[in-house]
């Protein structure tokens, strides 16, 4: 157990509906890292908050955004979904600011779009 | 070509065999993850290294920084190696990972 919670462990949902993905870091780290993993890309990262701010962007769609929330927890909200949002939503912590940190993984929400 | 490459992507063992998967990456980097995701799809962290060589049980990591490559070495495998295991770069002065797109690892008693 890395101490990471993710809700809900599956979604599924319809074509143009909006989800929200919650994610808990262990005690004491500041950093939350949300990733996609799809079957035809692999695991990409999406975005990074720091302490309640935005750090780095990847590879994340307009349609999507997040936050981190005073006690640290962070939500991926994911709108107007398509087909190919379908993938496992995976978030990591860190005690600290830079990639360079070891992360710790949660078990993922699996999103599934029909 | 991806900024991270892993080699092989898909790797056969019998149990006892010494196993190696290489990572190769063209970018700049402060460090370079080994991760190993489960049948089930759990992620760990197996080492984060950014010189030399590190050990863990029956995993060792090594890296050389010169030659942009990283190497995750089993011994003695077993079939509770099975795995994916995917490597990721930490890009430098950013706090963006990038990853390579994974080696899945079967081992047969």
């Known amino acids: 157990d890395s101490g990471v919670t993710q809700t809900p462990k599956h979604l599924i949902t319809a074509t143009g509906q909006r989800v929200t993905l919650r994610c808990s870091p262990r005690?004491?780290?500041?950093?939350v890292y949300w990733y996609q993993q799809s079957l035809d890309q692999g695991l990409q990262f999406l975005i990074q908050y720091y302490n309640g701010e935005e750090r780095a962007k990847g590879n994340i769609l307009e349609r999507f955004s997040a936050q981190q929330f005073p006690d640290l927890h962070s939500e991926l909200n994911l709108s107007s979904l398509e087909l190919g949002d379908s993938a496992l939503y995976f978030c990591a912590s860190s005690v600290g600011r830079g990639s360079y940190y070891e992360q710790y993984f949660g078990p993922g929400t699996r999103l599934t779009v029909t | 070509k991806n900024e991270v490459e892993q080699s092989p992507q898909n790797l056969t063992a019998q149990e006892g065999e010494f196993i190696t998967i290489n990572c190769s990456y063209s970018v700049g980097i402060s460090a370079l993850h080994w991760l190993q995701q489960h049948p089930g799809g759990g992620i760990v962290s197996l080492f984060m290294l950014s010189s030399g060589k590190k050990k863990h049980g029956r995993l060792i990591a090594t890296i050389n920084i010169q030659e942009k490559h990283s190497s995750l070495h089993i011994t003695a495998s077993h079939p509770r190696d099975s795995a994916v295991y995917i490597c990721a770069a930490s890009v430098w002065n950013t706090d963006k990972l990038i990853f390579g797109t994974g080696t899945r690892l079967q081992v047969f008693p």
């Open positions: 005690s004491g780290d500041l950093s």
